[in-house]
């Protein structure tokens, strides 16, 4: 794919240039909670508002319903962006209306403007494709240019990633050509030994990243909700923990592929349990207990990875020469839970590997605990569409900028 680096060299001063962002940041209130994929899009707008673009910024947030919603607007995130660019950025109260148009049409050259919620418009996510067609053809009137630098989008055949980028000469923004660049060391030209370590609530989430990652992994670490499945598999009781009884098959055959093609399984020996799950508003001390992951008690359930299981996982990582990480190991959110997050994280610090945390909550988990983003070889911006790249499958945004 062509990237932002050609389309510099050929020249932007005075072109629109849309950029596909990926501006879909945690909100409180209407005040943003962490905005790290704002500051991810950074290097691609700044180097199209110097290069003396007129940039249209473009993004979803949330779920509205393919209608204007005012609790997922994105003019905190086009005022957010304006704070860390050192300049006012516009923002337009529609995406492809009077209001979009009047505002690109007022840009100068090095101005910034962000359009509304692209999923206001029912067009952006419909299966039909004439109707998404259409949308984008809408999106296209804007600009003379696209760049696609929204990665945590490009697994959604959506509008503004799938349809736009046929329509205007296209490019992958610096935020898309990193990310492409770090998921290929972790299937391509992967350095040994390669531990994968997953968390997360539903195991579902993750079986086809297992499921590919058996060819790949030398070892995979289970952690957070997901691990209570496995040790269910085993014939473990695993009380009122969170449990998908529905996929212990699935999760019989890994452990048994697992076992054949000689990829070691790691699995938590021990828990902090609580009959109570904690209040992550207050953050109410609570009072858990560590019991081994054999021997849950049948009222209790499982919230963080114990202190021998953070010791072993440690020390399954020491050696790594590559790591992926995706999702926490509990309910990092509150601090009696938090120590088994911590200790993944810390373990991905004290190792020469190269290291990639998979976004999503582990992304949030690395910053809210209070880590060095720097520190780290890779945080990705896209959670769900590195899983799916870690499974193979073709992802419709990456496509489009290919072809």
């Known amino acids: 794919m062509k990237t932002i680096d050609a389309l510099l060299a050929e020249g932007v001063n005075g072109k629109r240039v849309f950029v596909r962002a990926d501006l879909n940041v945690p909100l409180a209130d209407g005040t943003i909670t962490d905005d790290g994929r704002i500051r991810a899009v950074l290097p691609t707008v700044k180097a199209l508002a110097e290069a003396g673009a007129k940039v249209v910024v473009a993004s979803h947030l949330g779920r509205p319903k393919g209608a204007p919603d005012p609790a997922f607007s994105l003019r905190p995130a086009a005022e957010r962006l304006g704070e860390l660019l050192g300049a006012p950025v516009a923002f337009a109260q529609d995406t492809v209306g009077t209001a979009a148009h009047d505002t690109v049409g007022g840009l100068q050259s090095g101005q910034v403007a962000v359009i509304e919620n692209l999923r206001f418009n029912a067009g952006e996510t419909s299966k039909d494709d004439a109707e998404r067609d259409a949308f984008a053809e809408q999106l296209a009137a804007l600009a003379d240019v696209y760049v696609g630098d929204g990665f945590g989008a490009v697994h959604r055949k959506h509008a503004s990633v799938y349809d736009l980028p046929a329509k205007l000469p296209h490019y992958a923004g610096h935020l898309i050509a990193t990310e492409v660049g770090v998921l290929k060391k972790l299937t391509d030209d992967v350095k040994r030994p390669y531990a994968v370590v997953l968390g997360g609530a539903k195991v579902s989430d993750k079986l086809g990243v297992i499921d590919h990652l058996l060819e790949k992994a030398d070892r995979i670490l289970i952690g957070g909700g997901m691990a209570y499945t496995f040790l269910k598999a085993l014939g473990h009781e695993v009380g009122i923990s969170l449990l998908q009884e529905d996929q212990i098959p699935a999760v019989k055959e890994y452990m ?148």
């Open 256 to 403: 048994k592929r697992a076992e054949a093609k000689g990829v070691e399984f790691v699995l938590p020996v021990d828990v902090l349990v609580s009959a109570d799950f904690p209040d992550l508003k207050t953050k109410t001390p609570t009072n858990p207990t560590t019991v081994a992951a054999d021997a849950i008690p049948a009222d209790q359930e499982g919230l963080d990875i114990g202190p021998e299981t953070r010791k072993l996982y440690a020390s399954k990582l020491a050696d790594a020469a590559t790591v992926f990480w995706n999702g926490p190991m509990g309910v990092f959110e509150h601090p009696d839970y938090a120590e088994g997050t911590k200790a993944v994280a810390q373990a991905l610090l004290d190792t020469s590997a190269f290291t990639v945390v998979g976004g999503g909550d582990s992304a949030a988990a690395v910053r809210t605990l209070g880590f060095d983003e720097n520190a780290f070889g890779h945080i990705s911006t896209g959670g769900g569409a590195s899983l799916e790249y870690l499974e193979g499958k073709t992802l419709p945004g990456l496509a489009a900028l290919e072809n």
